[in-house]
């Protein structure tokens, strides 16, 4: 079974610029997660997809970044204006459910490692 | 969701049992406990889940006291390749499988 996959790996850019990540879940997961991983410190989610609808974005900066689930498969996060303190891993992890029926498994994928310089 | 407290590091030869101790003194009835582990790099990775008692997998056990309010998972006979962070989780039922990820433990396996 194929992993998550997300691009790109790495991305340099400037403060003030913006950058968008993909994901692309495990087949048939229909929860994505978004996380953000400062170095020394745990993935801290920022917006979780059931389907292509939003269960919670509550650690999200509304007013630079943002993300969206078309047809419920792939993802994109997005940073409009970033800033120095975005620099970090942004992992993404998908999920074979989310809803009330359980508790499942997260599996993530690489990461995208973002430097704002 | 219930706020974990683990050590920030700990040291080990390999070879030896390691035991990881995370409390949970808040955690709700129908919350789950979950250790993840991360190699540097890399996305972290499931390693077990357990509600109470005691769950045991290939990897690893996880033994739950009566009361839920803490958990230690163990770790047979490390080697110099289970160096990594281990995370200890809670929540997941009846929140959409939600978790939030503390600051983890970093586990130094030495030769």
């Known amino acids: 079974e194929a992993g998550v996959a997300q691009s790109p790996r790495y991305k340099i850019i400037e403060k003030r610029q913006s950058v968008a990540f993909w994901c692309n879940p495990i087949?048939?997961?229909?929860?994505l997660y978004w996380y953000q991983q400062i170095l020394g410190q745990g993935p801290k989610l920022l917006i979780q997809?059931?389907?292509?609808?939003?269960?919670?974005d509550s650690q999200l900066p509304k007013d630079r970044f943002s993300a969206e689930r078309l047809k419920g498969v792939d993802s994109t996060l997005k940073i409009q204006p970033a800033k120095l303190e975005d620099s970090a891993v942004y992992l993404c992890?998908?999920?074979?459910?989310?809803?009330?029926?359980?508790?499942?498994?997260?599996?993530f994928g690489p990461g995208t490692r973002l430097t704002v310089t | 969701l219930a706020k974990t407290t683990q050590p920030i590091s700990m040291d080990s030869y390999e070879g030896q049992e390691v035991n990881i101790t995370c409390s949970h003194n808040?955690?709700?009835?129908?919350?789950?406990i979950t250790w993840y582990q991360q190699f540097p790099s890399q996305g972290p990775r499931f390693i077990i889940q357990?509600?109470?008692t005691k769950v045991t997998n290939e990897v690893a056990s996880l033994f739950i006291p009566a009361d839920r309010k803490s958990s230690t998972l163990s770790l047979p006979r490390v080697s110099l390749s289970d160096t990594a962070v281990y995370y200890c989780?809670?929540?997941?039922?009846?929140?959409?499988?939600?978790?939030?990820f503390g600051s983890g433990t970093k586990l130094n396996v030495k030769p």
């Open positions: 992890a998908s999920s074979s459910t989310g809803g009330l029926a359980g508790v499942y498994e997260q599996y």
């Open positions: 087949s048939g997961h229909a929860t």
């Open positions: 997809f059931q389907n292509n609808g939003v269960v919670d």
């Open positions: 808040n955690i709700a009835t129908n919350d789950y």
């Open positions: 357990g509600y109470k």
């Open positions: 989780l809670v929540g997941g039922l009846y929140n959409f499988n939600k978790f939030y």
